[in-house]
């Protein structure tokens, strides 16, 4: 299976800032990356898929780069309701897998 | 689109239990549904996948002890639980395949307890 590992787990970062979060891929998976949102109690939420396009209705500040092992997620303005953990999803290769999950505070 | 997962608990090891995740909004006989779950603690795990012709394939640490189904006629996706273990326990979503991606969308999710 593929692993994939997201860094970092924690992050804590103040409005405004410029937020990256990464995944790694034990092995190339293409460009087949998406990235979800998860809030407290709420389904996860797809904000990226296959590396770079943005899901229709997810605001522009949400962006994602990367290709073959190395990927990131990017928020360039952080707002308040941004509060959520991250995870990436490679599906190249079956049987899918996640990432381990970024848990994003505000400072 | 809207996915809503019933039917978890608790459950003691050995026994059963059927989840259900109710799909609206769209042609749910047109799409392939994914079981996905998190266990306390840990990340996401992959459990089951139905096509949307009803071929299906599992995770190995679910083989042989969950079936997945589907009703099209009631807009469902089920999930039955057998031989539950400890290991189990987990909040389990269920996701629909996208015409474009996998998981696009993405039930609540249902707390299934397995323990004595």
């Known amino acids: 299976d593929i692993q994939m590992t997201q860094s970092p787990s924690f992050l804590s970062a103040s409005v405004g800032d410029r937020v990256t979060i990464n995944c790694k891929a034990s092995q190339n998976i293409n460009r087949y990356l998406n990235w979800y949102q998860q809030k407290l109690g709420e389904a996860p939420k797809l904000l990226i898929y296959?590396?770079?396009s943005l899901q229709t209705g997810i605001p522009s500040r949400f962006s994602g780069s990367g290709s073959g092992t190395d990927f990131t997620l990017t928020i360039s303005s952080l707002q308040p309701e941004d509060v959520a953990t991250y995870f990436c999803l490679q599906h190249n290769s079956w049987p899918w897998t996640f990432g381990g999950g970024t848990k994003l505070e505000l400072k | 689109v809207q996915l809503v997962e019933s039917g978890g608990g608790l459950v003691q090891p050995g026994k059963s239990l059927k989840l259900s995740c109710s799909a609206s909004g769209f042609t749910f006989s047109s799409y392939g549904m994914h079981w996905i779950r998190q266990a306390p603690g840990k990340g996401l795990d992959w459990v089951a996948y139905?096509?949307?012709?009803?071929?299906?394939v599992y995770a190995d640490a679910v083989k042989g002890r969950f079936t997945i189904s589907r009703d099209n006629a009631k807009n469902t996706l089920y999930l039955q639980l057998n031989s539950l273990k400890s290991e189990d326990t987990a909040i389990y979503y269920c996701?629909?395949?996208?015409?474009?991606?996998?998981?696009?969308?993405w039930g609540q999710g249902v707390m299934v307890t397995v323990s004595s």
């Open positions: 296959n590396a770079n």
């Open positions: 996701a629909r395949i996208g015409k474009a991606t996998p998981f696009d969308y």
């Open positions: 139905i096509s949307s012709s009803s071929g299906t």
